[in-house]
């Protein structure tokens, strides 16, 4: 089976711009996580759907927002970019939500200047 | 917020010796797991410890769980070069929901 796919791999944005970013999950899972990676804050939860419903949500201010599609494929959208958006953002999927491992794709490193 | 700590945060060995990371976290737990990241890359998973269980082996993984202190160690055993990578454990809690805690990570460099 093919893994988890993210697009774009990179992208460079300027401050007050949004952005979406894409996920692809194995197939058959129906649950994607995402997480934002930061050299200060490290691995940090953003949200998860399931079933296109967000199940879960961290701890990040409502410019963060997802979706998932009837296919299980995910995206995300930043609006209003600030710099400390700038991170690594990682998608993983699961078969189902039972707290097993997660299969994480290669992310996209978001620079915003 | 992150879940919990490791230490430590940096471990240079020569290869072939043994590589032993720690991992403290704070709440109650349905299971942790430990994942190892190549630089910048997505993490891959490695082992899987349920709350019940104290250790667990997978190859020259090496894992133990310790509910009671809340801690868990790694030992990858006969380290090699292609073993450098970050590695973090990540806990699930017992609210059931899916999303992984993670912790700070432990930077391990092997030297051929």
């Known amino acids: 089976k093919a893994g988890v796919t993210q697009t774009p791999r990179y992208l460079i944005k300027t401050r007050g711009q949004q952005v979406t970013l894409s996920c692809s999950p194995i197939s058959g899972h129906r649950s994607v996580s995402w997480y934002q990676q930061t050299p200060g804050q490290g691995l940090q939860f953003l949200f998860e759907?399931?079933?296109?419903?967000?199940?879960n949500k961290g701890n990040f201010p409502g410019r963060f927002s997802g979706r998932q599609f009837s296919n299980s494929r995910s995206e995300m959208n930043v609006s209003t970019l600030e710099l400390g958006d700038s991170a690594l953002y990682l998608c993983a999927s699961s078969l189902e939500r039972t707290g097993n491992e997660q299969y994480f794709g290669p992310g996209t490193r978001l620079t915003v200047t | 917020s992150q879940q919990g700590e490791e230490d430590p945060q940096a471990l240079s060995i020569q290869e072939g010796e043994n590589a032993t990371m720690n991992c403290s976290y704070k709440?109650?737990?349905?299971?942790l797991q430990w994942y190892r990241q190549n630089s910048g890359r997505g993490l891959v998973h490695l082992i899987l410890?349920?709350?019940?269980?104290r250790e667990k082996h997978s190859g020259r993984l090496r894992v133990t769980l310790d509910t009671s202190k809340k801690s868990s160690s790694l030992l990858i055993t006969a380290s090699r070069a292609a073993d450098t990578a970050s590695y973090f454990c990540?806990?699930?809690?017992?609210?059931?929901?899916?999303?992984?805690?993670f912790g700070t990570g432990t930077r391990l460099t092997v030297i051929p």
């Open positions: 990540a806990t699930v809690r017992k609210t059931g929901a899916n999303n992984l805690f």
């Open positions: 410890i349920r709350s019940n269980e």
């Open positions: 709440t109650s737990i349905n299971n």
């Open positions: 759907y399931f079933s296109e419903t967000q199940r």
